[in-house]
């Protein structure tokens, strides 16, 4: 599956925004999609995950609370709803796709099948 992430931006602290990640391919609706990000100077994070169905989320405890990961698979579309932005959320953000689970996801980024170009999100204080 190839991904493409839109949505990033500039944004003062406490405000919000939604990066989408669209899918080609047939079999959108068979992988868990995720966030992760990663911010100059350090390592890639993960942010949130989403079961193939939809039925299971995973959150960072750094965003838990703030952000929201969604998703349309009649449009082979992921969500990020990113709400009181800070700060420290400044980074590229790329979203990832594998038939694994949303265990495996986080645990082994480094086989993750697909990962999306990175779009930045900016937040000054």
């Known amino acids: 599956v190839q991904l493409q992430a839109s949505g990033g931006g500039f944004v003062q602290a406490g405000g919000s925004l939604r990066l989408s990640c669209a899918a080609s391919?047939?079999?959108?609706?068979?992988?868990?999609m995720g966030w992760f990000r990663q911010a100059p100077g350090k390592e890639r994070e993960f942010v949130a995950a989403?079961?193939?169905?939809?039925?299971?989320?995973y959150y960072a405890d750094s965003v838990k609370g703030r952000f929201t990961i969604s998703r349309d698979n009649a449009k082979n579309t992921v969500y990020l709803q990113m709400n009181s932005l800070k700060p420290e959320d400044t980074a590229l953000y790329y979203c990832?796709?594998?038939?694994?689970?949303?265990?495996?996801?986080?645990?082994?980024?480094?086989?993750?099948?697909?990962w999306g170009q990175g779009t930045q999100v900016t937040v000054s204080s």
């Open positions: 989403i079961s193939w169905g939809g039925g299971s989320t």
């Open positions: 990832a796709a594998d038939l694994g689970t949303i265990t495996t996801m986080r645990s082994r980024p480094e086989g993750i099948e697909s």
């Open positions: 391919g047939r079999t959108f609706s068979s992988y868990t």
